[in-house]
């Protein structure tokens, strides 16, 4: 899943981000409630983690926005202010769940598992990604390329889905590491690289193959690879055709 988070301790935010992350999710960070707002109103996300207390808009504020532009992404709300109020306050401002600070990560990803695990709503409309024949669902963890399945570790899948987010879109290596491998660029290493090549024959092996005419019989051509290498930019996942 692609997760927001918006908390403005950064141990906190940081203690949450690594934990999804390590869980196989895709995590957004955002340090305040101005940006995580913005954010979440312009970005597609699965899922939202948010403070209640917050420079600029708080939780509160922004559970609002968001349902007033009629935005259903399930939000679990982070606070220290735990009395009976304070939540049923914010279930009606909007949230899906209420989780009082401090906690355990285990707890915070099994409330979001159960959401995730929630028929309808956004979270539903968003919990399968398509992009031509590949398709990705982001509940069951599993890639279909014209109905084969294809197996991916959870780096590869991570990869994956954050191209697929964001289709013919020119992805450079700086990009992929920060948002799938959450580090700084570093210019010596070919990570990205490396997993991209792997991702790439993973989905080629998958392709569906047509016959070519006036060659012998049973012989076949691949279609074109889905990852284009964008040189001296990037890569790019282009839907087939």
Avoid: C
Wanted: net charge negative; charged share 30%.
């Amino acid at each position: 899943m692609r997760v927001l988070v918006i908390e403005d301790d950064r141990s906190t935010a940081d203690y949450v981000a690594k934990g999804l992350g390590e869980a196989g999710h895709v995590v957004e960070v955002a340090r305040n409630g101005k940006d995580g707002l913005f954010m979440a109103l312009n970005e597609t996300f699965d899922a939202i983690i948010t403070d209640r207390m917050l420079p600029g808009p708080d939780g509160l504020a922004i559970l609002r926005a968001l349902r007033a532009s009629d935005i259903r992404t399930p939000v679990i709300m982070l606070t220290a202010m735990g009395e009976v109020e304070s939540r049923v306050e914010g279930l009606d401002a909007g949230a899906d769940d209420y989780l009082a600070k401090p906690f355990a990560f285990s707890e915070l990803r099994a409330r979001l598992d159960a959401l995730a695990r929630r028929p309808a709503g956004a979270m539903a409309e968003a919990a399968v990604l398509r992009v031509g024949d590949l398709e990705m669902d982001l509940l069951r963890r599993t890639v279909r390329r014209a109905g084969r399945p294809v197996e991916l570790l959870p780096t590869e899948f991570r990869l994956l889905e954050y191209m697929m987010r964001r289709p013919g879109q020119v992805l450079t290596r700086t990009m992929l590491l920060e948002h799938v491998w959450d580090f700084n660029f570093d210019p010596t290493t070919n990570v990205v690289d490396v997993h991209v090549s792997r991702l790439r024959r993973k989905l080629d092996a998958a392709a569906p193959q047509k016959a070519v005419e006036g060659t012998a019989e049973g012989a076949a051509e691949v279609t074109a690879p889905l990852i284009r290498t964008v040189r001296g930019a990037g890569y790019a996942l282009d839907p087939p055709g």
